[in-house]
T-cell receptor
Framework: DAGVTQSPTHLIKTRGQQVTLRCSPK?????VSWYQQALGQGPQFIFQ???????QRGNFPDRFSGHQFPNYSSELNVNALLLGDSALYLC??????????????FGAGSRLTVL | GEDVEQSLFLSVREGDSSVINCTYT??????LYWYKQEPGAGLQLLTY?????DMKQDQRLTVLLNKKDKHLSLRIADTQTGDSAIYFC??????????????FGKGTKLSVKP
């Protein structure tokens, strides 16, 4: 089982550019959540996708958008990049039908640097 | 203020016990989690506890929950140098798969000296 895989692992962009990050969930998982982890901080929830729809959203501007595909994989898009968008972006997958603890499995993340 | 608070640093000697503390503010939290993050890596789930439990033990890990004081702790017995990492406390509100939003603390950096 490959677990959650994310790409790319590292990337550098300049202010104003756009970026797309990709995530493949763990086998058997159908729900994908995205988190932003700034340096020295805990992860912050961006949004969650299930059945190709955004189900929940954290306190992030509309510049952050996403997509989920029929195979459950997901993309995170960030437009008009700001210096403050520099962070580790973590993807986490889970199973919607799991009640209870609904444990999230995290990927290793994509580290975005905005210059 | 922060929903979840943790002390930022903890240093222990190899073989000692480590205790990492966390406080949270929302009494409606249903589950509380401990995650471990090693340098350059994602988050690894260590353990979790349901809010109606007081304690959970899993090998070297013991989680204590004081719901009245909204205090959670993680004890690592016989701490090893491989335990050096950042430990995150997280709370989750609500039930079911749709409630995937975890609220994390800033993390406690554990340093284990040989």
């Amino acid at each position: 089982d490959a677990g959650v895989t994310q790409s790319p692992t590292h990337l550098i962009k300049t202010r104003g550019q756009q970026v797309t990050l990709r995530c493949s969930p763990k086998s058997g998982h159908d729900t994908v959540s995205w988190y932003q982890q700034a340096l020295g901080q805990g992860p912050q929830f961006i949004f969650q996708y299930y059945e190709e729809e955004e189900r929940q959203r954290g306190n992030f501007p509309d510049r952050f958008s996403g997509h989920q595909f029929p195979n459950y994989s997901s993309e995170l898009n960030v437009n008009a990049l700001l210096l403050g968008d520099s962070a580790l972006y973590l993807c986490a997958s889970s199973r919607q039908e799991d009640s209870g603890a609904n444990v999230l499995t995290f990927g290793a993340g994509s580290r975005l640097t905005v210059l | 203020g922060e929903d979840v608070e943790q002390s930022l640093f903890l240093s222990v000697r190899e073989g000692d016990s480590s205790v990492i503390n966390c406080t949270y503010t929302d009494s409606s939290s249903t589950y509380l989690y401990w995650y471990k993050q090693e340098p350059g890596a994602g988050l690894q789930l260590l353990t979790y506890i349901f809010s109606n439990m007081d304690m959970k033990q899993d090998q070297r890990l013991t989680v204590l929950l004081n719901k009245k004081d909204k205090h959670l702790s993680l004890r690592i017995a016989d701490t090893q140098t491989g335990d050096s990492a950042i430990y995150f406390c997280a709370e989750r509100k609500g039930y079911g798969g749709s409630q995937g939003n975890l609220i994390f603390g800033k993390g406690t950096k554990l340093s284990v000296k040989p």
